[in-house]
């Protein structure tokens, strides 16, 4: 069966192919003209915006209906836009355009925000790799000193959110800990991975 071709005066659209459930995304870059550079793929100009998913820390390229706009920054909640998705494809941090990785540290930061339970969670129950390493040792400026000041306040009370572990413990700034930690893995650069499924 020939696939249809979105663009003729009947209004008709290709098929929506691979829409895997990923959730809810942040919007990284848009391209409204599409990015192909062959052009001779059916979808090659309709919008195409760059995003990751908030759950999987993962990139995608979802490919739009003609005439939907988003833009950087925007958070979109994909099982919403069924009917103006056609195709969702993963992608890789390599293939992130400059503009891109440019708002990643925001973008992440921004994540962070809006799954704290997510990371609170991980807070209270991080636990040792080794016998001389700790899953908490992973977050960038967290060392001996700072990891029994962790452990000892949750051993007390488990800590409700972000800002109760920075009042108990004295650890300013943990959504700039957290989301180094989480750029620090999508770079590839560490041997553990918290926060990131390594790629089979």
């Not at 995003?51 to 988003?70: A, C, E, M, P, T």
């Not at 400059?98 to 992440?108: F, G, Q, R, T, W």
Request: hydrophobic share 35%.
């Amino acid at each position: 069966m020939k696939r249809q071709v979105d663009g003729s005066k009947k209004g008709k659209r290709f098929p929506p192919r691979n829409k895997q459930g990923i959730g809810k995304v942040l919007v990284l870059d848009y391209y409204p003209q599409g990015k192909s550079l062959s052009r001779k793929s059916a979808e090659a100009f309709n919008p195409l915006a760059v995003v990751i998913s908030i759950n999987r820390l993962q990139f995608f390229d979802i490919i739009l209906s003609r005439g939907k706009n988003v833009k950087a920054g925007q958070t979109i909640e994909t099982s919403a836009l069924k009917s103006d998705i056609f195709k969702i494809n993963k992608i890789g941090f390599n293939e992130l355009s400059d503009s891109a990785v440019d708002i990643l540290p925001e973008i992440i930061k921004e994540i962070v925000i809006l799954s704290e339970s997510r990371f609170t969670n991980f807070l209270n129950h991080a636990r040792p790799l080794t016998t001389q390493m700790h899953q908490l040792q992973l977050l960038p400026g967290i060392g001996n000193k700072r990891l029994w000041q962790i452990i000892e306040a949750r051993r007390k009370t488990p800590f409700k959110n972000l800002n109760d572990f920075t009042e108990r413990t004295g650890i300013s700034d943990p959504i700039g800990l957290f989301s180094n930690r989480i750029l620090q893995e999508i770079r590839g650069d560490e041997k553990y991975q918290l926060f990131i499924k390594k790629p089979k």
